[in-house]
T-cell receptor, first 116, second 113 residues
Framework: GAVVSQHPSRVICKSGTSVKIECRSL??????MFWYRQFPKKSLMLMAT?????????EQGVEKDKFLINHASLTLSTLTVTSAHPEDSSFYIC????????????FGAGTRLSVL | DAKTTQPPSMDCAEGRAANLPCNHS???????VYWYRQIHSQGPQYIIH???NNETNEMASLIITEDRKSSTLILPHATLRDTAVYYC??????????????FGKGTKLSVKP
C-alpha cells in the first residue's frame, strides 16, 4: 500500500511551547489529508480535514487556533499544537487519501505527544 | 456517531480462521464498507473494502450480505501478529464530509497460541 510518513514519532515538551508534526505522503499525491487524535484505550477521533492550498475544515469542538493545520503541497501537511498544555497530551495520527479508483485513506504511524 | 456495530472483543486460535462480524443496518446505497486494523500504538492499517460483492486480497476476505446490512471480515489463517483492534467503517466513496472515515470502537481480536 501507499506510504504515509509522520514525524516525529514521539515528542516531549514543556507546557506553553508549540509543537509541529509533519505528515508526508511518500509515493502518491494526496489532495486531502486528515488529522486524528486518540486517547488511551479510545478510538480515533477526527480533528480536521485539509485540502491542498485551502483552509482546513475542523470538526465540532476542535479549536482551530489551538491546532493549526497547513497543507502547503500535495505531499505535505503539518499540525502545530500551539501553547501546548498537559491536556493536549495524546496520540496524533495523520492520514492521506489516495484519490482515484480506490479512494483509500492511508495512515501515518502516529506521534505521541507528552506535555509536561 | 459510527454507523456500525461490532463485538468489543474476540479470541481466535493461531492458525485458525478469524471471522469478525459487523452490522451496518443503516448503510446507504452510495456507502462502501471499509476495514482497518490498528496494532497497539501504531496508525491504522487498511485491510479491504467493498460495496456489495465479496472481495478478497492478500490480507483478508470480505463477505457482504445481499441486503448489505452486515458483513464479515475473514482472516483465513490468523497469526499472533494479527492481534489488533479491527474497525469496520461505512463511508461514501466520494463527497465531502460523508467521505470521511469515522472510527467506532472496533473489535479487539486476540490471537492465542
Amino acid at each position: 500500500g501507499a506510504v504515509v510518513s509522520q514525524h516525529p514519532s514521539r515528542v516531549i515538551c514543556k507546557s506553553g511551547t508549540s509543537v509541529k508534526i509533519e505528515c508526508r505522503s511518500l509515493d502518491f499525491q494526496a489532495t486531502t489529508m486528515f488529522w486524528y487524535r486518540q486517547f488511551p484505550k479510545k478510538s480515533l477521533m477526527l480533528m480536521a480535514t485539509s485540502n491542498e492550498g485551502s483552509k482546513a475544515t475542523y470538526e465540532q469542538g476542535v479549536e482551530k487556533d489551538k491546532f493549526l493545520i497547513n497543507h502547503a503541497s500535495l505531499t505535505l501537511s503539518t499540525l502545530t499544537v500551539t501553547s501546548a498544555h498537559p491536556e493536549d497530551s495524546s496520540f496524533y495520527i495523520c492520514s492521506a487519501r489516495l484519490a482515484g479508483f480506490r479512494n483509500i485513506q492511508y495512515f501515518g504511524a502516529g506521534t505521541r505527544l507528552s506535555v509536561l | 456517531d459510527a454507523k456500525t456495530t461490532q463485538p468489543p472483543s474476540m479470541d481466535c486460535a493461531e492458525g485458525r480462521a478469524a471471522n469478525l462480524p459487523c452490522n451496518h443496518s443503516t448503510i446507504s446505497g452510495n456507502e462502501y464498507v471499509y476495514w482497518y486494523r490498528q496494532i497497539h500504538s501504531q496508525g491504522p492499517q487498511y485491510i479491504i473494502h467493498g460495496l456489495k460483492n465479496n472481495e478478497t486480497n492478500e490480507m483478508a476476505s470480505l463477505i457482504i450480505t445481499e441486503d448489505r446490512k452486515s458483513s464479515t471480515l475473514i482472516l483465513p489463517h490468523a497469526t499472533l501478529r494479527d492481534t489488533a483492534v479491527y474497525y469496520c467503517i461505512v463511508r461514501a466513496y466520494y463527497g465531502g464530509s460523508q467521505g470521511n472515515l469515522i472510527f467506532g470502537k472496533g473489535t479487539k481480536l486476540s490471537v492465542k497460541p
